[in-house]
Nanobody, 117 residues
Framework: QVQLVESGGGLVQSGGSLRLSCTIS????????MGWYRQTPGKQRELVAR???????AYGESVKGRFTLSRDNARNTVYLQMNSLEPEDTAVYYC???????????WGQGTQVTVAS
């Protein structure tokens, strides 16, 4: 059974930083394109950052230049380094994984990020 376990969310002041981690179990990170989405109440889930191929990433417009997505295949983990956080970044952040050469996809349970002004 494939599971995604997220960690690293919390409360931070505006301008601060957080790093989110997502570890995949029951499968390998190298066999999946992984990334992060976020959602606030009443809004659709939106892209934060994701791998679109093993070496290429895509970012949401509002986080470009502030957030960085990286991966450690040996640890089956992807990281989202979030700098210069703004109150508008407050959301539940969800880890997502899609098979690189298949159609299965998975979601984590979500981790809350709150940025205080």
């Amino acid at each position: 059974q494939v599971q995604l376990v997220e960690s690293g969310g919390g409360l931070v002041q505006s301008g601060g930083s957080l790093r989110l981690s997502c570890t995949i179990s029951g499968a390998t990170a190298s066999g999946h394109l992984m990334g992060w989405y976020r959602q606030t109440p009443g809004k659709q889930r939106e892209l934060v950052a994701r791998f679109i191929s093993p070496g290429n990433t895509a970012y949401g417009e509002s986080v470009k230049g502030r957030f960085t997505l990286s991966r450690d295949n040996a640890r089956n983990t992807v990281y989202l380094q979030m700098n210069s956080l703004e109150p508008e970044d407050t959301a539940v952040y969800y880890c997502h994984a899609h098979q690189t050469w298949g159609s299965s996809e998975y979601w984590g349970q979500g981790t809350q990020v709150t940025v205080a002004s």
